[in-house]
């Protein structure tokens, strides 16, 4: 397996940004474009004279040359203050010192608090749920009980990664199914590529459609200044369409390794790879039977994100009720696992530690807008960008953005970091070009998780080195369906710019 460089890590990279972001308010003329926003049930236009509010309607809009429909001012799908094209100022220049440097990230942490304290509680609540082994055992009892359906298996467990990923973020937690599954589809006869394609294939495509990840999609639409649900219904259906062909892509390939086993990948690129779990006849440790606790803790985290997102839709909620609902399923499974009040609050406060990275990168990247912003650069950035792409046609555009974002996650493979870096400068500019805002974040999602099939810097390698396979084994299967999937989401976003 290829030695991979060390990369600083994603804080590190945000720093480094922010810092850069300060040179830039010494180097770029300082300007800025008249902005529109909504309080209170009002636009209000800000300009360098002050503020002046105008008629809450359509026809203020269309005067101002902003292609925005009135609906999403008055949803609230659009949060965060529009520019307005044509109104573009130079004003005097306010470079940034070291010791706004330093006070970025503080800044962009209070900014961002909402957004923080949701990642920690789902953090919390994914800990507090995972030390019940509900999920292990619902996989395992399901492997047990289509003993000798393997193909009815792969169907349902792929679905099931796929899910996991798309709605709360599973990714890492996916390593834990690789010592159940492997000796299970060993013994069924095939090789060790079938459960690999199982759990990270299943995993990565379900971070490409991620209908309400709350560390891609979530984040993304929230520094963009769009609503999460702009957009979801496309990514329902694009999870439909790239799970069904993982599936049958994943089906084909097992069939004709049980066919005839001298047709697997890894026996001819390979050889003979020893499995690293035990696969004797003695190790059956699925489980038989779910107790009724269990599947009540499985209802209720599958409950728990369901009902996330319908009372977003239902109920306008945000950040706070979401947060609160997390909450709520975290102690209601600590009272069905009778488990005493100090160890709830220890695992509780662990889980949050394991985002709290997470946490701190999308404050710490909001801090990159905040020099930016107190700089006066951001607009100019937005101005002499706009005057390159202007005239560009939607569809290359866009195009364009995709690609941006699948090279640019070599750099950063945080889904969070990424968003909240880049979603501020590219969500502003996609409205002044016209560009829906949730085919932007569209974009970065698609682009982002496409190369998760195969960057370095994604877990890969860690799931390459679970199953004893090497990277080149890996990269001769994924890369056709790779490419299907890069067609797919390329189609999905052009359809989707002029829709």
């Not at 397996?1 to 990279?13: A, E, G, Q, Y």
């Not at 060790?192 to 709350?214: E, H, M, Y």
């Amino acid at each position: 397996m290829p030695k991979i460089t060390n990369l600083p890590s994603p804080l590190t990279i945000l720093f480094g940004v922010i810092l850069l972001a300060s040179i830039g308010t010494w180097l770029i003329p300082a300007g800025q474009y008249n902005k529109l926003s909504v309080r209170e049930k009002t636009f209000i236009v800000t300009t360098s004279a002050g503020e002046k509010i105008v008629p809450f309607n359509q026809k203020t809009l269309d005067s101002l040359h902003l292609n925005i429909a009135f609906e999403k001012f008055e949803s609230g799908d659009i949060r965060k203050p529009v520019s307005i094209p044509g109104t573009y100022q130079t004003l005097e220049s306010k470079p940034q010192s070291l010791l706004k440097v330093l006070q970025a990230p503080i800044k962009g942490v209070y900014d961002s608090i909402d957004i923080v304290f949701f990642i920690l509680i789902m953090g919390s609540f994914v800990y507090v749920f995972n030390e019940t082994k509900a999920i292990e055992k619902g996989v395992s009892y399901l492997a047990k009980s289509m003993k000798g359906r393997e193909p009815i298996l792969i169907v349902f467990l792929v679905i099931i990664f796929s899910f996991c990923r798309a709605s709360y973020g599973m990714e890492e937690e996916a390593l834990v199914f690789y010592p159940i599954l492997v000796p299970l589809f060993l013994k069924a006869g095939y090789d060790l590529l079938v459960p690999l394609s199982i759990i990270f294939g299943g995993t990565t495509v379900g971070g490409i459609a991620a209908f309400s990840n709350p560390f891609s999609t979530i984040i993304a639409s929230n520094a963009a200044g769009i609503n999460w649900l702009d957009g979801i219904y496309q990514r329902l259906f694009l999870f439909v369409i790239l799970t069904t062909i993982m599936i049958f892509y994943i089906l084909r390939y097992a069939k004709k390794v049980k066919n005839d086993p001298t047709q697997s990948m890894v026996f001819k690129i390979d050889g003979l790879v020893k499995s690293p779990y035990d696969v004797s006849p003695d190790n059956d440790t699925e489980i038989n039977q779910l107790s009724a606790k269990t599947k009540l803790l499985l209802f209720i985290f599958l409950f728990t994100f369901l009902g996330m997102i319908g009372g977003v839709i239902l109920f306008d909620w945000w950040t706070l009720e979401m947060t609160a609902l997390i909450l709520a399923s975290s102690i209601l499974v600590g009272i069905i696992m009778r488990m005493n009040e100090k160890v709830f609050i220890s695992q509780f406060i662990k889980g949050a530690e394991s985002l709290l990275s997470v946490a701190l990168i999308v404050g710490v990247a909001r801090g990159v807008t905040i020099i930016l912003n107190d700089g006066n650069v951001s607009d100019s950035i937005l101005y002499y960008t706009t005057n390159l792409v202007q005239g560009m046609p939607a569809a290359i555009f866009i195009l364009l953005l995709l690609l941006f974002f699948f090279l640019f996650s070599l750099c950063i493979s945080s889904t969070s970091g990424m968003a909240v870096l880049t979603m501020p400068i590219i969500g502003a500019l996609a409205i002044i070009v016209n560009i829906p805002g949730k085919e932007v974040v569209n974009s970065y999602v698609y682009g982002m998780n496409l190369m998760c099939f195969i960057s370095p810097t994604s877990l890969i390698l860690p799931s390459l080195a679970m199953v004893n396979l090497s990277y080149k084994v890996w990269i001769k299967f994924i890369m056709p369906i790779l490419f299907l999937f890069t067609i797919i989401c390329a189609l999905f976003l052009i359809v989707g710019v002029y829709s």
